[in-house]
């Protein structure tokens, strides 16, 4: 049974840090890419960054800078330090995996920035 659990979320006035995290465990092999979404109420779900296998990097114009995405050295960890935090930022943060057969996604977590 694959599950994936974030964790980290919280409530942090702006300008400050947050760092998430997300254990994927389970039978799941070939993980091609592990990233970050999020939703906010009346909004899309939006890609917020991804990592692939040999460590290249995408992220949201609106998070560069600020967010960084990394992975453990198991792989089967991925974590999403925030900083510089801004109002905009509040959301529920996903964590999700992708192999060549399927997709995986975790419950979320809530990360909301006061002003």
């Known amino acids: 049974q694959v599950q994936l659990v974030e964790s980290g979320g919280g409530l942090v006035q702006a300008g400050g840090s947050l760092r998430v995290s997300c254990v994927v465990s389970?039978?799941?092999?070939?993980?091609?890419?592990m990233g970050w979404y999020r939703q906010a109420p009346g909004k899309q779900r939006e890609l917020v960054a991804h990592?692939?296998?040999?460590?290249?990097?995408n992220y949201a114009d609106s998070v560069k800078g600020r967010f960084t995405i990394s992975r453990g050295n198991a792989k089967n960890t991925v974590y999403l330090q925030m900083n510089s935090l801004k109002p905009e930022d509040t959301a529920a943060y996903y964590c999700?995996?992708?192999?060549?057969?399927?997709?995986?996604w975790g419950q979320g977590t809530q990360v909301t920035v006061s002003s």
């Open positions: 999700h995996a992708r192999t060549p057969w399927d997709d995986y």
């Open positions: 389970g039978s799941i092999f070939s993980i091609n890419v």
């Open positions: 990592i692939v296998q040999g460590g290249s990097t």
